[in-house]
């Protein structure tokens, strides 16, 4: 279960980042609060992936 969060959220913050340069800025949200959140999704991701590297890496 920690596998599919972590490359849920690797993918969806990788997604927010291409998005960042992609869409024009039409709307509210700037370009660098979605580039922002998305770096914060793919750390938080690759830190889910490494936790859980290590878990099962000993058993």
Do not use: Q
Not at 26 to 35: A, N
Request: proline share 5%; aromatic share 10%.
């Amino acid at each position: 279960m920690r596998l599919l969060i972590a490359s849920l959220l690797v993918i969806f913050g990788i997604a927010l980042i291409i998005a960042a340069f992609v869409v024009p800025p039409t709307g509210v949200i700037d370009p660098t609060v979605l580039t922002a959140y998305g770096e914060t999704l793919t750390f938080a991701g690759a830190l889910f992936g490494i936790d859980s590297h290590y878990r099962n890496r000993n058993k």
